[in-house]
């Protein structure tokens, strides 16, 4: 008999087939039972007729407990009510392993439980949901970095330098030394920008932030370009193709799962290159306008500014130029200001905040060495990275992407801690 998974029954219509899963939910009376089932490709509904496959395998499938595992037998049937087309008729049932006392029931549950059993909560099928959406968010960042023309790079993990600064690092031994855990891969990345032309890397990042929010982790994931010969205009351009395109990919590739997330999926499909851009200074005279007296020019934004500048806009919206004061020591200044940068962060719609943070990099010799003392770093740990412009340095930009943040956005989550499959956040480390 022909095995398949739930993924592929639309194209077994009429067939036969054996499937291996899991017991979401279940239904019965005394004569009809409705099983939920999911294999990790998809949830399914199984369904046995008393009168049809009799006593016996009636009484098995009403005796399953949730999430106990098995291998079903059935016919696959053309379903016009499911979203997802059919449903089984099934024939057979041979059980696996009963589950025991499934904690997370179909009742609702707190926060902190459900994060106490993330290992089990990742079953739910909200939470299938944005892993698949997170899944196809990583998938459509190769396919578009790959299609033009970026080679792929890994910066290490462990570090001599901290590129956003000294507060949030993670400290560890690297024997007799002093070492980081990185907190983003930019320095040794514009280094093999100049090797390879255009690079973009996609691995774990470390902040010690000790901020409690629904948009910081402790742990999390980024991915970061980089550009020889890019200047920051042109850096705005590659950021607005690449966030349409995953935005589209993710419309087009998981219909079912933005669906059951209950996604308004009409606000997605408005996210298409251009984007619109306002400087720092603007967004301040619009935030002042607006009622926000707590911010003075020179001051970073907090959630309610982003939050209000975004809500003018029905697509992401760059801030370009802000004071050089906020921002970290290796950004170029603007070419006819000395007091802002070439930087821009990227503001996701309906409060979800910065998703990218980027900037053209300083390409003059002279000026990196005076802001690396400026900024009180260790001269020596950033010798390599100062010597990158005394050899054929060229203007060049480069961006980050936090993946959690953007696939909380595009699914819909009110948390980072669900975009992530094990959360690490300040007090917790279990599971
Ligand atoms: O703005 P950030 O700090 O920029 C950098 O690290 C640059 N070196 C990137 C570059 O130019 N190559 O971080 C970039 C993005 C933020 O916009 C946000 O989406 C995400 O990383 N991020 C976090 N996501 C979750 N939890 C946290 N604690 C985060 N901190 C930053
Ligand atoms: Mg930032």
Known sequence: MNKITISEMPNHIGETVKLGVWLANKRSSGKIAFLQLRDGSGFVQGV????????ELFTTAKGLTQESSMYVTG????DTRSSFGCELAITGIDVIQMAQDYPITPKEHGVEFLMDNRHLWLRSRKQHAIMKVRNEVIRATYEFFNNNGFVKIDPPILTGSSPE???????????????????????HLEAAAMALGKVFSFGPTFRAEKSKTRRHLIEFWMMEPEMAFVEHEESLEVQEQYVSFIVQSVVKNC????ERLGRDVSKLEKVQAPFPRITYDDAIKFLHEN??????????FGAPHETAIAQKY???VFIVNYPVGIKPFYMQPHPDRDDVVLCADLIAPEGYGEIIGGSERIWDYDLLKQRIKEHNLDEKAYAWYLELRKQGSVPHSGFGIGIERTVAWISGAEHVRECIPFPRLLNRLYP
């Open 255 to 258: 219909k079912i799962e933005l």
């Open 75 to 78: 016919v696959v049937k053309e």
């Open 165 to 187: 600064g000294t507060s949030e690092l993670f400290h560890t031994k690297y024997f007799d030394e002093d070492a980081f855990l990185s907190q983003s891969g930019q320095l």
């Open 291 to 300: 009622g926000f007296t707590d911010i003075e020019w020179g001051d970073d």
């Open 48 to 55: 046995l007729v008393k009168e049809e496959v009799g006593e």
């Open 314 to 316: 029905d697509k992401p």
